[in-house]
């Protein structure tokens, strides 16, 4: 019988090379307990709900590849979250049913946690600075910030702060069950002044390395208001997806609790109606009108900078809300502390909100999201053009619907199909002429392979493993993750549906050599010119 702590230093021995001192720190050696190890079988625990449904989603073929090369025989993985008394992940949030759903949600009331990871991973606000006003009593886990950290795998991500509590049912505000539903009120009565866009739902949002944080808190704060974070507060560049995340935790909330009033603005509106307010002479009713929701979302806070006025008042509305466990939202295009033309005490109360940034999308998700709008409005796109533009739009996502655009409708002008000719006669004026050739489909890749080996395609993509037909793949491999940015999964996946440690084991094997051998790496650098010279 395998010692349990002998396999699981193993286990972690093997997976050290294979990831960023980061990732291994804060999601293997932190985050995860050894528990039992039988039948073939090894059962880990978690720190947190979070972490065990975010590592069985991202690492367990990692950590099965690790266990199975320590024991010697395939062996499963599998992870639990026993602290909350649960030996499964669960869903991000599993309302109960409760007797009834009142329109105001208790307190959050932090009686229980999870085990933290070290310290060093942690960024934590200024005591002093959080406890400015001493009126202003946040709590603990509102010193939480998220935000990603570039790691040197793009496939790969984690955060600079993941103490977060634990995600829990909201028993006290859950609607009732399916079968106890009031009937739904007439369309006429549906209230139609949230201010929330009808496009911007979560169905509609695509999840990928850059969002998956905000997602994950967006889809908690909708499924129990005020219950954990509360404030959250999104940031990013322009063009991202703050504002539709934030209108879809509008239409989450409508659908999870029609009693609740809810109420979706810009900061600029807010400044326009208090004016408003002030030349009508009846403030008073424009307090009402902020001060008495049970959620408030707030699109382009950083617009309240230089506006003293309006910043005096929204601080007011702000106390009585969070005073009353009511849901606040935020967004902006910098990160809180970066609003220097806040009053301090406004912008400390958003430093001590749940914080979380987007960044500009992957190659993959900016190809997720084509794909999508191609579906959904019935347009025939073909592969290579759709790769084409997610390669060579990369800024934001608004930019990249523009660029849908312009493509489909050349596509539309010519009466054809979206082909790759049409997008790049589309968006010639948007892609920057370079000395090197700026789009490389794998495709390219695989052939120059093995037009420079003379191996035939489908054995470069068949399972065989003689010399002659392996390392020109491993090569092929290697110049697919150096010469394009798709993720070893992607790769994986093109080469005949093979696992991602594969395509990690060829990239090293194929660098060492490199290393060793100058001959051999002159040789794949006149490879690399040969494929990024074609069609120049």
């Known amino acids: 019988m395998i010692d349990l702590t002998e396999l699981w230093i193993g286990i972690l021995t093997d997976i050290r090379p294979q990831v960023s001192p980061q990732i291994y720190d804060n999601w293997f050696e932190a985050a995860l307990i050894p528990c039992m190890y039988e039948n073939d079988v090894l059962t880990l625990d978690t720190t947190s709900r979070f972490v065990c449904s975010f590592i069985s989603k991202k690492y367990t073929d990692l950590l099965e590849t690790a266990a199975s090369h320590v024991t010697g025989r395939p062996t499963q993985v599998r992870?639990?979250?026993?602290?909350?008394?649960?030996?499964?992940p669960g869903p991000s949030v599993?309302?109960?049913?409760?007797?009834?759903?009142?329109?105001?949600?208790?307190a959050y009331h932090p009686e229980k946690t999870v085990s933290a990871a070290p310290a060093s991973s942690f960024k934590v606000l200024e005591e002093d600075t959080i406890r400015e006003n001493q009126e202003y009593d946040e709590p603990e886990w509102a010193q939480t910030t998220l935000e990603p950290v570039d790691t040197e795998n793009p496939d790969t991500y984690e955060y600079e702060s993941i103490s977060l509590p634990e995600i829990r049912s909201a028993k006290d505000i859950t609607p009732p069950p399916a079968a106890e539903k009031p009937e739904p009120a007439p369309a006429a009565q549906v209230p139609v002044s949230d201010g929330l866009n009808s496009n911007y739902t979560f169905d509609t949002f695509i999840v990928g390395n850059s969002n998956r944080m905000a997602n994950a808190v967006a889809l908690s704060v909708a499924g129990a208001p005020a219950q954990k974070y509360n404030p959250f507060f999104i940031y990013g560049d322009?063009?991202?997806?703050?504002t539709h995340l934030?209108?879809?935790?509008?239409?989450?909330?409508?659908?999870?609790?029609?009693?609740?009033?809810l109420r979706c603005i810009t900061s600029e509106d807010f400044a326009n109606e208090l004016i408003q307010s002030i030349q009508d002479k009846n403030p008073e009713s424009f307090r009402q009108r902020y001060r008495n929701v049970d959620v408030l979302l707030v699109d382009d806070i950083q617009f309240l900078e230089n506006k003293e006025?309006?910043?005096?008042?929204?601080?007011?509305?702000?106390?009585?809300?969070?005073?009353?466990?009511?849901?606040?939202?935020?967004?902006?295009?910098?990160?809180?502390?970066?609003?220097?033309k806040l009053e301090n005490r406004l912008r400390s109360r958003f430093q001590a909100s749940a914080v979380a940034r987007i960044t500009p999308p992957d190659l993959e998700m900016r190809t997720a999201i084509l794909r999508r709008r191609s579906q959904s409005e019935h347009i025939e796109f073909q592969n290579d053009a759709i790769n084409f533009i997610a390669a060579n739009v990369s800024e934001n996502i608004r930019e990249l619907e523009g660029a849908f655009?312009?493509?489909t409708l050349q596509a539309a002008e010519e009466h054809s199909p979206v082909t790759l000719d049409i997008a790049q006669r589309a968006l010639q004026d948007l892609v920057q002429a370079s000395d090197k050739k700026k789009y490389i489909t794998i495709d390219e890749i695989t052939k120059a392979v093995c037009q420079f080996y003379k191996v035939k395609y489908e054995d470069l993509m068949s399972k065989k493993k003689t010399k002659s037909i392996a390392f020109p793949r491993q090569i092929a491999m290697y110049l697919c993750r150096e010469l394009t940015e798709n993720t070893y999964p992607h790769i994986g996946t093109t080469f005949n549906g093979r696992d991602h440690s594969t395509v990690m084991h060829a990239c090293d094997k194929v660098a060492k050599a490199m290393e060793k051998d100058k001959n051999f790496r002159t040789m794949i650098e006149q490879l690399k010119t040969r494929i990024m010279s074609v069609d120049k």
């Open 238 to 242: 322009s063009g991202l997806g703050k």
């Open 79 to 88: 992870l639990i979250y026993s602290t909350g008394g649960e030996t499964t």
């Open 405 to 407: 655009v312009r493509v």
């Open 94 to 106: 599993s309302p109960a049913a409760p007797s009834s759903a009142p329109s105001t949600p208790a």
């Open 246 to 261: 934030m209108h879809a935790i509008g239409h989450k909330i409508r659908e999870n609790f029609p009693n609740m009033s």
């Open 309 to 340: 006025h309006t910043q005096e008042e929204f601080f007011h509305t702000f106390n009585k809300l969070y005073q009353d466990h009511k849901q606040m939202v935020f967004t902006s295009d910098r990160p809180p502390q970066n609003l220097k």
